[in-house]
């Protein structure tokens, strides 16, 4: 175990406390199949999870109808690890009344276990102040507001509709806000052009803290035998979200861009990172990048709930490799050392004369300019531009 989050121990911890949760570790369980009912919500608190959002419930689930199969997965050259996955799950379809039932079950189960409601309603008033209600005398702790499913709900003008439309998003939120007696995370679609407008519109609204990314709107593929698109359903498909490894980049820029947002504008408002995490090298570098917490879907999916495991090791010897003693001491650690485009020209300008005036070795042959780049010499130069030798 962990010494308590306290300065002077040598000893790093995992432990955080974020919008008044209280939780053992950073590592959250993401809305999705790992927070489907309680059986498995119980098993990811007895694996160790920090906290569980359980699978996004709204208050009619007949109105959800899920086809199979529903996943389509992008495999490396190997053909067995999976760098992509792309879904068209829809929100729980379990009735409403069920998950009230098990909220207050769970709670009973594990009195400490911070157990977060994802909730997603049309736009009307009156619906989100029922759910939010009805899930906080269950007793759940906090809320995760889902925005941002890219497919199936935005025809109902939900999900990742309202997650597109700032205004809808502020008054969304100004709603909860009015109703909430718990902390609310605004979970963010990243399938939009600047992050930053509807995080700041539902901050502006009220909510706690952000959550972001939800999937990618893709397409994982089609069947060279069939020429069907996939994953196919009765021969025919539809977009989908995408997530793993793969969304990792993106989900880091979208967090990077939040981070920076939150820091100007919204100081101490919280921020969970999400898309691809694995490890706990990658859960570090989105705490570097400004997040407080961070969402594992795909990964409980691919590895099982026993990962978080070797995932808090991880994070652990990272954070004694740098003499870290608590999360707060690396949180948003990395994001001064992003700059514009011609920032980087004007530092690189600027070491290339000093050095030229100190009469340094001359610089190695490295392509400047696109005219310098040869055929022969390709692999070389890309290695030793991303090298900036
Ligand atoms: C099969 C599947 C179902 C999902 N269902 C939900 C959902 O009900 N509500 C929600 O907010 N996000 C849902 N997500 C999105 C994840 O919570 C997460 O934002 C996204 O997958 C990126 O993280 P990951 O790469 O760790 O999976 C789902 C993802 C997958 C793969």
């Not at 997965?73 to 690890?81: I, N, V, W």
């Not at 820091?263 to 999400?274: D, H, Q, T, V």
């Not at 808090?312 to 948003?332: R, V």
């Amino acid at each position: 175990m962990n010494k308590p989050n306290r300065k002077g121990s040598n000893m790093p911890t995992l432990a955080t406390t974020v919008d008044g949760l209280k939780l053992p570790n950073p590592f959250i369980i993401g809305s999705g199949p790992p927070g489907t009912n309680l059986n498995v919500i119980a098993k990811a608190f007895k694996e160790g999870w920090g906290a569980v959002i359980a699978k996004t419930v709204s208050l009619d689930a007949s109105k959800v109808v899920n086809v199979t199969p529903r996943y389509g997965k992008l495999h490396a050259d190997d053909g067995k690890e999976v760098i992509g996955w792309e879904n068209i799950e829809l929100i729980s379809d379990r009735p409403f009344h069920l998950w009230i039932d098990e909220f207050k079950k769970c709670k009973d189960m594990f009195p400490d276990g911070v157990l977060i409601a994802s909730i997603m309603e049309e736009y009307n008033k009156d619906a989100w102040i029922e759910i939010v209600q009805r899930c906080q005398d269950a007793g759940v702790d906090a809320f995760e507001l889902n925005f941002s499913c890219p497919h199936g709900l935005p025809e109902r003008k939900m999900g990742a509709a309202m997650g597109q439309c700032p205004e809808i998003l502020e008054e969304v939120c100004s709603w909860v806000k009015g109703a909430a007696k718990k902390p609310f995370w605004a979970k963010m679609t990243p399938n939009i052009t600047h992050i930053e407008d509807p995080s700041r519109a539902a901050l502006r609204g009220g909510a706690t803290g952000l959550a972001a990314i939800n999937t990618i709107r893709s397409v994982i593929g089609v069947n060279l035998d069939t020429l069907r698109p996939e994953p196919s359903v009765e021969g025919y498909t539809t977009p989908g979200g995408y997530s793993s490894r793969a969304v990792r980049p993106i989900a880091l820029r979208m967090v990077m861009e939040i981070a920076t947002m939150i820091r100007k504008e919204f100081p101490g408002r919280s921020l969970s990172g999400i898309g691809g995490i694995e490890s706990g090298n990658d859960a570090a570098q989105f705490i570097l990048l400004g997040a407080d917490t961070v969402q594992v879907c795909t990964g409980v999916m691919k590895f099982g709930y026993e990962c978080v495991k070797p995932m808090q090791d991880e994070l652990l010897a990272f954070m004694a490799k740098h003499k870290f003693e608590t999360l707060e001491d690396f949180k948003g650690k990395s994001l001064p050392y992003f700059t514009t485009h011609a920032d980087l020209v004007k530092r690189q300008g600027e070491r290339k004369a000093a050095q030229k005036a100190a009469a340094a070795a001359p610089p190695k042959k490295m392509v400047q300019a696109d005219g310098e780049w040869s055929g022969d010499e390709f692999v070389k130069q890309s290695d030793a531009l991303s090298r900036g030798e």
